[in-house]
């Protein structure tokens, strides 16, 4: 798939089939995820990854959308390292950009993802449901699998909106 | 260029030939930018675009990677408009996505990028240099134009290191 058709093209997918996802194309994910920049190069992001159906039940009570994360076949879960960060505005940009990278990568393999956000109202109990440390920090939730449709639109501001000055 | 091929061969671009950047592809970075996600797609993101020496030279000044922006024949300013935001984290890993997203546009144009944080620590500045109100807060300056050379290599950390847990 070309760039431009990702970037595009991608939408929040939020209906999966039963599908399972393949482990190759959830390390590809992964991958990609992990090539996004950061500032020093210091690669903030972690991840955990659950697609056994109890633990995604435990991390489906944790949001309002339970409902996704109990379809999905796999949740990723994106942590910032407090042992890597060296600013919290620069770290949080970086895993932006590794998380686009993972949605990307996810759309051009013919999956669907979802970014959430809404569950890091419970990000310390997220922490615990996965048995992580406390220098993990939840910074997003990505349910993964394959769509079961594809008529999502979306919309964007228009660019005079967005483009507020030029020299 | 394919999705894959762009997120693994982008790199960080600092040299930069005289070469100027077409009107229409400056426009596809943004455009690409603008099709980031974002929390409730409030779209917190907005550009200023500084072609004219002048005012680079003037941004140059604000930064110790001032040889790159005098460089570079474009400075995209990234801003938050605080009028947008609703959340710092994820307004913050919106705008991430959405600077990937033109990193990742400028390399399939040909063209090569390089995302700069260090000129933050003169944000208030590059505000009042670029004659923008407060509501707006700089997030990031990319340096674009065509590459002097294509020889730049980079690491990740190996995936053991990244993937922490598994379900």
Redesign the interface.
């Known amino acids: 798939?070309?760039?431009?058709e990702?970037?595009?093209t991608?939408r929040?997918v939020r209906d999966f089939s039963g599908m399972p996802v393949e482990k190759e194309k959830l390390?590809?994910i992964?991958?990609?995820g992990?090539?996004?920049?950061s500032?020093l190069?210091n690669?903030p992001?972690?991840?955990?990854?659950?697609?056994?159906s109890?633990?995604?039940a435990e991390l489906a009570g944790l949001t309002r959308y339970s409902r996704i994360l109990l379809q999905a076949p796999v949740a990723i879960a994106v942590?910032a390292d407090h042992s890597a960060m060296y600013?919290d505005?620069?770290d949080?940009?970086?895993?932006?950009?590794?998380?686009?990278?993972m949605?990307?990568?996810a759309?051009?393999l013919g999956l669907g993802a979802v970014?959430l956000?809404e569950i890091?109202k419970n990000a310390g109990a997220v922490r615990d449901v996965?048995?992580?440390s406390e220098h993990?920090e939840l910074?997003?939730v990505l349910a993964v699998g394959y769509p079961d449709r594809n008529d999502q639109v979306?919309?964007?501001?228009m660019?005079p909106e967005?483009?507020?000055?030029?020299?």
């Open positions: 798939m070309d760039v431009f990702g970037i595009y991608r929040s390390q590809e992964l991958k990609a992990s090539w996004a920049p500032g190069n690669q992001w972690r991840f955990a990854v659950v697609s056994g109890e633990k995604r942590f600013n505005t620069k949080q940009q970086a895993i932006g950009a590794c998380i686009q990278n949605l990307l990568a759309h051009a970014w956000g890091l996965l048995e992580l993990l910074m997003a979306s919309t964007r501001k660019m967005l483009l507020v000055k030029e020299f």
